[in-house]
């Protein structure tokens, strides 16, 4: 009876009671997971294992299995989680270990691999009209590592103030105007990029 109770608990966390009865092939891949997750759970283990647990996930299903995992954590249990995702690990994690070629580069609090691990800053910036051809972003060193994100360029650079005041020029010179224009510190994306020897190679890119 009380594991039928904690299987039930369970399934409701994750929005699975009301489809208990339904076999599983008629389940989508979120439902799956959660569903894998909830087996995990059943046994009420001390330590947790997760390999990429939200990979190919909607966002519903995604943020459903955050918050079970922030439930587990806050009962005082542990979790190891495998991720690729850089935002949920950020969104996760009280330690983050970044492995570089198959070998543990660093492990820290990510906030301490913000604080140590990168002297760069971003500029983040968006035009109207768009600018088509980003190679003029290349006369100046401080926007020369850049990419594209969305409708905004993303600029690391250590000098965000002549970033700031190089772009405002070329904007007023080539007849740009600036619709967003804000300086944000290292996100751990920046570290692991740095940690792994990639910032420093950034190339242009849309997102899809």
């Not at 409701?12 to 076999?23: F, S, Y």
């Not at 909607?58 to 850089?86: A, C, M, P, Y």
Request: charged share 25%; with cysteine.
């Amino acid at each position: 009876k009380k594991r039928s109770e904690t299987a039930a608990t369970l399934m409701e966390m994750v929005g699975l009671l009301e489809k208990r009865h339904l076999k599983t092939k008629w389940f989508s891949k979120g439902m799956k997971q959660r569903l894998l997750l909830c087996m995990a759970l059943m046994g009420d283990p001390e330590v947790l294992f997760l390999d990429e647990p939200t990979t190919g996930l909607d966002v519903q299903s995604t943020r459903i299995i955050w918050e079970l995992i922030r439930d587990f954590n806050r009962q005082g249990k542990t979790v190891f989680l495998t991720t690729h995702n850089i935002e949920e690990a950020n969104q996760l994690c009280d330690l983050v270990a970044i492995i570089n070629r198959g070998e543990l580069a660093v492990i820290d609090r990510p906030e301490n691999l913000r604080r140590t691990f990168t002297s760069l800053q971003t500029v983040e910036a968006a035009f109207q009209p768009q600018i088509t051809s980003p190679e003029i972003f290349k006369e100046n060193e401080a926007t020369s590592r850049f990419k594209k994100q969305g409708d905004k360029y993303i600029f690391y650079t250590e000098q965000p103030g002549q970033a700031i005041f190089f772009l405002s020029e070329l904007c007023r010179r080539e007849g740009y105007d600036i619709l967003s224009l804000q300086t944000l510190g290292p996100s751990l994306e920046d570290v692991f990029l740095e940690v792994t020897g990639k910032l420093h190679n950034i190339e242009v890119e849309q997102d899809a």
